[in-house]
Each structure stands twice: as C-alpha cells, then as structure tokens.
C-alpha cells in the first residue's frame, strides 16, 4: 500500500476540466494508481506561476473542479476529514484523498479563511507559500525574510484545526521560523537530502533533524533536479540513496513519498523535461504506475518488509492519527 504525500492531480484535473472534460482522473490517471496500489494521496490546490497574479481566482477555479470532479468520481475515491474517514476508505476499496493547499497567498490578510477551508472544503494539508513572498513567510526565491507576524496566526490557525503543515517550499530563514513557532509536527511533503542535489528547496541535515525531532515527516521527491546534481544520475537508485542517508540522519521512521510527479503539466509550469527521458522525474518513476519499479528494486537493496512498509504508507499513518481532529 502507498500513500503519496504531495501530488498536482487537482492542476491537471482543473486544466482539463476547463477544456470541457469530465471524470478526468478516472479516464487518465485511474489505472496507474491501481498497478501500485496507491491508497492515499495529498492533492494540492496550487496556484500555478501564470496565475500567481490572481491567485483567489485560480484558487476558485480549481476548487470548482475539485468539487465537481469529486462528484464523478465518489464511487472510487474518498475524502479523508477525519481519520476514520481513511480507515473507511481502505474498507471500501477507494482512494482516499486530502485536500493541502500548496502556498495560501490566496488568503491575502484574512486568516478566517483557513477555517472556511478547513469547513467548507475539507482542507487537511496547507503550506504558508509556494516559491513566491507572500503576506504570511517567504518561499524560496526570496533569501532574506521569514515567517510574518501573520504567518504565526496562521500556523497556530492551522495547528489548531488539525491540518499537515507543510515546510516544502519556504526559504531557510521561514523553515526555521516555523520550526520556533509550530508546536506540533511537521512535515516536508516533497524535499530530498541537500548532501547530493543542492537546490534551495531540499533539506540540509540539520533541517532533516528538525522535522524528525518535531515528530514529522521528510517525503522524498522524485524530480531529477532534487535527486542529483549530476544529469547522469537521474535514476531510481539515485533517489534511494537519499532514502539511504536518511535513514542514517533522521531513521526510518521519519520517512515517506512525496513523489510529486508532473509530467502531465504544462512545461510552462514545471520546466523542460529530460531530453534523454522526456520526463522531468528520475528515469522509470514518472507516474503512480511506476512506485511499483522503486519498491522493488528497495527490496534489491536490501530493504526490510517492515521499513517498505513504514516508509510506504504506515509512517504517514501514524501521522495522521496524531494530526487529524
């Protein structure tokens, strides 16, 4: 069993369904979720770099989507609230779905808007900002600020509602702010170990201890260009040797996938793919169909039943019995 902690399924969802296309996960993405046995998944609400200029209207756009898509599609997928609602899924056979917001500038200034979210949509998952500078904390293409006085209401907003906080994306000087303010865990949704790819939005090791010691979780991304700086190691085993060093730095315990696969987005939004592979992710793990390629060659390398399964599913498991109200 899987659960992937980050994936951009509501942006293709949105996109299509503007395009006059209905029951898009189904005809499309489905399948593949079926082969690896995905059980749960973070879908985001992300407001895309086209639209970062409006971001309440893309954010209600998506919504839209969102809702009708869920619609269509309630005989196969389930939206997890509370914890009983992922246990009730795993019965029934459905995938089981939470609702994150990948970024809330959304919001602008008004923190009560977190809690329409959280009531009205089933927002379970949220992070202050996406790589931009917003009115709650900084992502990383600003170097220099942190976390505002706003940003603290709303990270005591979302701790108090029971949503994931999510550090993925902010600068440094914001990551370390939320790890002063946050009382509870913590989680980097979709961050590799800084040691082998040195991009802003992957972890140093201090940072890994930081989240392990909040009680959270490092999700390991599979983007080539958070796997390696090498182009030439942009394959499967590369990304185990993050797990590898993790394991070594934080334990086993403090793993998960948060794969985020985007080869079905617009290169305008996420970048030029590989030229050798066509994909933006490592070389034969580039959608929920391909999970099934990394559990197995973990196997290879020796991996235990026991730490497969913590790391594939039962890790973010326990997480979300503590977090969930």
Same mark, same amino acid.
């Given at each position: 069993?899987?659960?992937?902690?980050?994936?951009? =399924? &509501?942006?293709?969802?949105?996109?299509?369904?503007? #395009? $006059?296309?209905? *029951?898009?996960? %189904? +005809?499309?993405?489905?399948?593949?979720?079926?082969?690896?046995?995905?059980?749960?998944?973070?879908?985001?609400?992300?407001?895309?770099?086209?639209?970062?200029?409006?971001?309440?209207?893309?954010?209600?756009?998506?919504?839209?989507?969102?809702?009708?898509?869920?619609?269509?599609?309630?005989?196969?997928?389930?939206?997890?609230?509370?914890?009983?609602?992922?246990?009730?899924?795993?019965?029934?056979?459905?995938?089981?779905?939470?609702?994150?917001?990948?970024?809330?500038?959304?919001?602008?200034?008004?923190?009560?808007?977190?809690?329409?979210?959280?009531?009205?949509?089933?927002?379970?998952?949220?992070?202050?900002?996406?790589?931009?500078?917003? =009115? &709650?904390?900084?992502?990383?293409?600003?170097?220099? #600020? $942190?976390?505002? *006085?706003?940003? %603290? +209401?709303?990270?005591?907003?979302?701790?108090?509602?029971?949503?994931?906080?999510?550090?993925?994306?902010?600068?440094?000087?914001?990551?370390?702010?939320?790890?002063?303010?946050?009382?509870?865990?913590?989680?980097?949704?979709?961050?590799?170990?800084?040691?082998?790819?040195?991009?802003?939005?992957?972890?140093?090791?201090?940072?890994?201890?930081?989240?392990?010691?909040?009680?959270?979780?490092?999700?390991?991304?599979?983007?080539?260009?958070?796997?390696?700086?090498?182009?030439?190691?942009?394959?499967?085993?590369?990304?185990?040797?993050?797990?590898?060093?993790?394991?070594?730095?934080?334990?086993?315990?403090?793993?998960?996938?948060?794969?985020?696969?985007?080869?079905?987005?617009?290169?305008?939004?996420?970048?030029?793919?590989?030229?050798?592979?066509?994909?933006?992710?490592?070389?034969?793990?580039?959608?929920?169909?391909?999970?099934?390629?990394?559990?197995?060659?973990?196997?290879?390398?020796?991996?235990?039943?026991?730490?497969?399964?913590?790391?594939?599913?039962?890790?973010?498991?326990?997480?979300?019995?503590?977090?969930?109200?």
């Amino acid at each position: 069993m899987i659960f992937n902690a980050h994936s951009d =399924m &509501l942006s293709d969802i949105n996109l299509r369904r503007l #395009n $006059g296309e209905k *029951d898009v996960f %189904r +005809k499309h993405h489905y399948e593949n979720f079926l082969k690896s046995g995905v059980k749960g998944a973070i879908w985001v609400i992300w407001t895309d770099p086209e639209h970062l200029s409006n971001p309440k209207e893309r954010t209600r756009q998506i919504i839209k989507s969102m809702q009708d898509e869920f619609d269509e599609a309630s005989d196969i997928l389930n939206i997890v609230r509370e914890y009983k609602d992922f246990e009730k899924g795993l019965r029934e056979n459905k995938i089981n779905i939470l609702v994150g917001m990948e970024g809330l500038a959304n919001i602008e200034d008004n923190i009560r808007l977190i809690e329409s979210f959280y009531k009205d949509i089933g927002l379970r998952h949220a992070s202050l900002t996406w790589n931009e500078r917003n =009115m &709650l904390a900084s992502g990383v293409d600003d170097d220099v #600020n $942190g976390v505002t *006085d706003l940003g %603290r +209401k709303a990270i005591e907003k979302i701790e108090e509602l029971g949503i994931l906080l999510d550090v993925s994306h902010l600068n440094e000087k914001s990551f370390w702010d939320v790890v002063q303010i946050a009382s509870g865990p913590i989680i980097a949704s979709h961050s590799n170990a800084r040691r082998f790819a040195n991009v802003k939005r992957n972890l140093d090791d201090q940072q890994l201890m930081a989240v392990a010691k909040s009680g959270g979780l490092v999700c390991v991304n599979a983007c080539s260009a958070f796997v390696n700086d090498d182009e030439d190691k942009h394959e499967i085993d590369n990304l185990i040797d993050h797990i590898n060093y993790m394991k070594d730095v934080i334990g086993v315990e403090h793993i998960g996938f948060g794969f985020d696969f985007c080869d079905f987005l617009p290169a305008s939004y996420v970048g030029l793919p590989d030229p050798r592979t066509n994909s933006i992710t490592v070389n034969g793990l580039s959608t929920e169909g391909d999970i099934s390629n990394l559990i197995n060659r973990m196997k290879e390398r020796r991996y235990t039943q026991k730490e497969i399964e913590l790391i594939s599913y039962r890790n973010f498991d326990s997480l979300l019995k503590k977090i969930l109200k």
